[in-house]
């Protein structure tokens, strides 16, 4: 009895679904969150037994898991949100920096640390970037915030797995 995996791009999540019988192979079943999502068969992944070493280099989020990443997107989503571009407010910016230094935790350079701390104050952003560099000098401190964002992107943009397995007769359309 084979399980098939089915992607949702309407909602980002993954389903799995048993199928009892061989008959159900070329199937499509419908959304388990909603009969008007579009859903797509997966190949599923090939499960691992143990742990391998990866070269981390300088990922200062090396050692991160996937459900802090999420958590950590998604408040970044809702903060973010609120920041005017034209004029941010920089202890808004402040705050938002400290939660990406607390992920990274010693990982920090001191640089950052600095530039957070000012920013928290409320000194002027233009200024400290002048002093610090811009984000796209590659700095040491600018090089982890931009590698940050960059796993931060990626974690966000991998789909979410339903827990659940389904029965496919039940979901399939007769």
Same mark, same amino acid.
């Given at each position: 009895?084979?399980?098939?995996?089915?992607?949702?791009?309407?909602?980002?999540?993954?389903?799995?679904?048993?199928?009892?019988?061989?008959?159900?192979?070329?199937?499509?079943?419908?959304?388990? /969150?909603?009969?008007?999502?579009?859903?797509?068969?997966?190949?599923?992944?090939?499960?691992?037994?143990?742990?391998?070493?990866?070269?981390?280099?300088? /990922?200062?989020?090396?050692?991160? /898991?996937?459900?802090?990443?999420?958590?950590?997107?998604?408040?970044?989503?809702?903060?973010?949100?609120?920041?005017?571009?034209?004029?941010?407010?920089?202890?808004?910016?402040?705050?938002?920096?400290?939660?990406?230094?607390?992920?990274?935790? /010693?990982?920090?350079?001191?640089?950052?640390?600095?530039?957070?701390?000012?920013?928290?104050?409320?000194?002027?952003?233009?200024?400290?970037?002048?002093?610090?560099?811009?984000?796209?000098?590659?700095?040491?401190?600018?090089?982890?915030?931009?590698?940050?964002?960059?796993?931060?992107?990626?974690?966000?943009?991998?789909?979410?797995?339903?827990?659940?397995?389904?029965?496919?007769?039940?979901?399939?359309?007769?």
């Amino acid at each position: 009895m084979p399980i098939y995996e089915f992607y949702c791009p309407d909602n980002n999540k993954l389903y799995s679904f048993l199928a009892r019988s061989l008959a159900y192979r070329d199937k499509l079943p419908v959304c388990p /969150d909603g009969e008007g999502l579009r859903m797509e068969k997966r190949v599923s992944a090939f499960a691992v037994i143990g742990k391998a070493k990866e070269e981390t280099g300088d /990922d200062p989020f090396a050692g991160v /898991d996937d459900a802090k990443m999420e958590s950590f997107m998604a408040d970044m989503e809702r903060e973010m949100g609120s920041v005017n571009e034209e004029n941010p407010d920089p202890r808004q910016l402040g705050h938002f920096m400290r939660k990406m230094t607390e992920m990274m935790g /010693d990982k920090t350079p001191p640089e950052l640390r600095e530039m957070v701390r000012r920013l928290e104050a409320g000194e002027d952003p233009e200024k400290l970037e002048e002093q610090f560099g811009g984000m796209d000098e590659g700095d040491a401190g600018d090089a982890l915030f931009s590698q940050m964002l960059t796993r931060a992107k990626a974690a966000r943009k991998q789909p979410m797995r339903d827990p659940k397995l389904y029965e496919m007769r039940d979901f399939v359309k007769v």
